[in-house]
């Protein structure tokens, strides 16, 4: 079973490393790793020269987190794709863990695993000792799907500035896929002074695309009844 990981990348000198090392460190190793630069300015192209023999490295001009998710997809050779943010991190046995839950569930299309948050203000290594209450949610890394997903509901939509990966879920959940949510912890969600989902003006915009497309969704499901 050939997982492709597909990690898109702005900016992200600080944190890639340890991202990749997430992967790196898996108890089921990846069958490969797909970096996309969505236009980088900083030193991350530079800095990803160093594993250009266990990555591959994609740049791109700059056009969104939906759009280097989508060339990820469709170089993707793998049976299933995960997604990591370059500054996150997946727990070492996220692969091993989810796998076999497709193997116990073969009819699934994709799960949903737990997530936590870790806090970049914390002088630590332990990331066990110092991270939140556990969440399971939207977030794109703490999820596994089988490719044919991608091939039933279509890519992210690139027109949303906020809100993709609620909108891509919600088209799963149209589509009629199955899933289930895992008690696993797959992912640490670094939270730190940079994130934009720190911006008010990115939690409010994302409330209100959110809060439009669950009720588009509802009347959807409700016209087709």
Request: glycine content about 4%; aromatic content about 12%.
């Amino acid at each position: 079973m050939k997982i492709s990981v597909i990690i898109p990348v702005y900016n992200g000198e600080k944190y890639i490393v340890e991202a990749l090392d997430s992967v790196f460190n898996q108890t089921y190793p990846a069958s490969e790793i797909i970096v996309v630069d969505d236009g980088s300015t900083d030193g991350t192209a530079e800095l990803l020269k160093a594993y250009a023999d266990k990555i591959h490295y994609v740049y791109q001009e700059n056009a969104g987190v939906s759009s280097a998710r989508n060339t990820g997809i469709k170089l993707a050779s793998g049976d299933y794709i995960a997604f990591l943010d370059h500054d996150d991190l997946f727990t070492t046995n996220k692969f091993e863990v989810s796998l076999k839950l497709f193997s116990d569930n073969p009819m699934l299309d994709y799960i949903v695993s737990m997530w936590k948050c870790k806090f970049e203000n914390i002088e630590s290594d332990d990331y066990f000792n110092h991270v939140k209450d556990c969440h399971q949610g939207i977030l794109l890394g703490a999820h596994l799907f089988r490719k044919r997903v991608f091939e039933i509901v279509g890519l992210f939509n690139v027109a949303f500035r906020v809100g993709e990966d609620t909108d891509f879920l919600l088209r799963c959940v149209n589509a009629g896929l199955k899933y289930i949510n895992s008690n696993d912890v797959v992912l640490y969600y670094r939270r730190h002074e940079t994130n934009i989902t720190k911006s008010a003006n990115y939690q409010v915009d994302n409330r209100k695309v959110t809060l439009q497309l669950l009720r588009n969704s509802i009347l959807s499901r409700r016209a087709s009844t």
